[in-house]
């Protein structure tokens, strides 16, 4: 194949015509984006950065046990969900109708901001008591994983480890919150982020009168 010479340009001014120059279309500039429709796009990224947090309870139990805290609910909300925009706030756990200590507990929960999810205790035969809600926190996360950016779950169960790879997968980020003790190893191989409690004890411990 033979390639052909690449043509000459001329180089020489052309002159315009007034014709011409009549006719070409003016210079356009970008009108100036008006304050409300720039507080508006600061709105929907507000609202984009959605969370919502599972507590598993026993977890979280268990975990100031070992740390010798008592944890204020209220703090702990405000520090889980940061500057975001909180959707839903689940805690789990066990319960015993019988223990109006408890009973007032989940009362003050409920009206303080949490969704509190329940399951009676059962007891076994060797006289032990226990209540498993693994599966309930996987079904909400999967099902509010559609309506939020960011799921924060505090627990350490490993049994989660799967459901929670399943919302990374629909592109929500996933953060961890647990003591590293008890904490497994595939939960925090699939979450985007993991904080340690022993992190945030400070600010979530009730202060001693």
């Known amino acids: 194949m033979q390639l052909l010479p690449r043509p000459q340009m001329n180089h020489q001014p052309r002159v315009e015509l007034d014709s011409e120059q009549s006719n070409k279309p003016p210079y356009m500039q970008v009108p100036r984006q008006p304050e409300s429709s720039r507080g508006k796009r600061r709105q929907s990224q507000e609202e984009r950065n959605r ?4 507590i598993d309870g026993a977890n979280l139990f268990y975990a100031a046990m070992q740390l010798n805290v008592e944890i204020d609910y209220a ?9 975001r925009q909180l959707i839903r706030a689940y805690f789990y756990t ?4 019988g223990n109006d200590k408890q ?4 009362l003050w929960m409920s009206r303080n901001g949490y ?3 329940t399951k009676e205790l059962i007891q076994f035969p060797d006289g032990s008591k226990k209540a498993n809600l ?7 996360m999967l099902t509010l994983a559609r309506h939020c950016d960011t799921i924060v779950l505090l627990s350490g169960d490993g049994d989660l480890a799967y459901a929670v790879n399943s919302i990374a997968y629909q592109g929500v980020q996933v953060e961890v919150v647990s003591l590293s003790s008890m904490t497994s190893d595939s939960l ?5 982020s993991y904080t340690d409690l022993v992190e945030i004890k400070e600010e979530i411990q009730r202060k001693k009168e």
Do not use: H, P, W, Y
């Open 75 to 83: 703090k702990l909300l405000r520090c889980l969900t940061k500057d």
């Open 115 to 117: 969704r509190v999810i």
């Open 51 to 54: 969370v919502a947090i599972f």
């Open 188 to 192: 925090i191989n699939v979450v985007d």
């Open 103 to 106: 009973q007032g507990f989940l």
């Open 94 to 97: 066990a319960c015993d109708s």
């Open 134 to 140: 693994d599966i309930e926190i996987a079904v909400d």
